[in-house]
């Protein structure tokens, strides 16, 4: 096996956990307690629906599979700051939390304006080029896990499939 395999377990008590098995059998693991219990499960499921959809394979979890630690994405940043493949993916995902928050769907257009301040602040050369296409295939998977971890009874874990840097991701 050669994929990261990514385990979200819904606790009864409303918090949640995610670990990942990388293929070389290490693990990295993190609980997700009160608020964070119920806004990262749906934040973790947005990074794999981006990063799947879109074939970012150094984003979140393709970082992970090379073998960064959950707790190495933040303060004080042990790796150094994240790829410049990794920023899109968080901005792609930011863009679309901030969007389910707002319950509202914004158009490519609309994402391209809030990609070129972002990128411009972060001093990245490439542009972020997202159709509406992408947009919907993205949502579109976004919205299949959100019913799959909203199905998932209390103490069960939802499970993934991710493929290592340089081979793409994969679904579920």
């Not at 956990?17 to 009160?34: E, I, K």
């Amino acid at each position: 096996m050669n994929d990261l395999l990514i385990r979200i377990k819904k606790k009864s008590d409303g918090s949640a956990a995610l670990s990942c098995l990388r293929p070389d059998g290490s693990v990295t693991w993190q609980r997700q307690n009160g608020q964070q219990g119920r806004f990262f499960p749906l934040h973790d499921l947005t990074h794999y629906a981006v990063e799947a959809v879109l074939g970012h394979a150094r984003g979140f979890y393709g970082l992970v599979a090379e073998g960064w630690d959950l707790a190495d994405f933040g303060n004080p940043w042990p790796r150094g700051p994240l790829p410049p493949e990794a920023l899109v993916s968080e901005f792609i995902v930011g863009f679309l939390d901030r969007e389910r928050g707002a319950g509202v769907e914004w158009s490519a257009a609309e994402f391209g304006g809030a990609a070129a301040t972002y990128f411009v602040q972060h001093g990245l050369d490439a542009a972020c080029v997202v159709t509406d296409d992408d947009l919907r295939h993205v949502r579109d998977k976004r919205r299949e896990l959100f019913a799959q971890w909203a199905a998932l009874p209390a103490g069960e874990t939802l499970e993934l499939r991710f493929s290592g840097p340089g081979r793409g991701p994969t679904s579920a």
